[in-house]
């Protein structure tokens, strides 16, 4: 089992935050920090306020060596796909090749409202969504020296260099959700991993078999994805421990027991437990998601006592 760390900055974090926690990830043997790409908080005060998903991990590409960074993911509401594409090519090299893109429709509408950015309805955000994904990949594939062009509904290249190109031939791709029928042909199209969200071992279990159905409809191997899941995770070594850290989830903090129902809860043995029934549902990659960013000793006791184990 693969473990990331993931982090929900727009809570409340400087990019100083973000730092301590990527290098303290990469020093106790994570395989990768993500962030989510959004500019505001659900709940609580935001304070200071939010962070650019890619200017952030233009930063760690500097400030880390090994460790993949990532977004889980970025909406494709908010960024042109042809300077996205830019943007994540140049964050590959500065990393030397460590970089991943989650890429998804967007859904917060409250951001959108209160930074003005444009929020359609959810058929135009999935078609803005698959156009970003073949306009990305197209543009990463044209070989260097020939130009691109796309021409879809809502964009449009004419003779475009379709340059920088990554360092990765290409930065994997992370398609996310229930794994419905639009979103399983899309990850079965264009992903390197799809990513099952906060959902029971069963719910990711179905989403699963769906993408594996859609990969099966267009000839491609379902092995050759990824399968993940994002989870809450909240490790104590005993019950004192596992309640404080409850109370820095979310904005109003969480109860111990419920998160033993929905997330990944309890001492480092009922973690290791946890962990094996989404392993059993298919999942091959965690993405722990971590609340308390000044809680550093939560990493070392999931590195030294649970990872061990897998």
Partial sequence: MDLRIFTEPQQGASYED?????????????????RSDHYLTMGGSGLPGPTDAWTTLAALARDTTSI???????????????????????????????VELGLGTGWYEEEHTAYGIPFPPLKERFDRFAEQLAL??????????????FAGEHYRLTGSPALPKPVQSPPPIIVGGAGKKRGAALAAQYAAEFNSGFSSPADTAAAFGRVREACSLVGRDPASLAYSSALVVCCG???????RRARHIGSEGRDPDELRQNGLAGTPAEVVDAI???????????YLQIWDLDDLDHLELIAAEVAPQL
């Fill in 136 to 149: 990305i990949t197209g543009s990463w594939a044209t070989p260097v020296g020939e130009t691109f062009d």
């Fill in 237 to 243: 070594r005993d019950e004192e421990e596992v309640a």
């Fill in 68 to 98: 993949r960074l990532g977004t889980l993911v970025s909406s494709a509401t908010f960024r042109h796909p042809g300077v996205l594409g830019i943007q994540v090519a140049q964050v590959d090299e500065m990393s030397g090749g460590r």
């Fill in 18 to 34: 973000l730092r301590r926690v990527a290098v303290a990830a990469e020093q106790t043997g994570f395989s990768a920090f993500f």
């Fill in 276 to 286: 094996g029934r989404y392993a059993e549902a298919g999942v091959e990659r965690i």
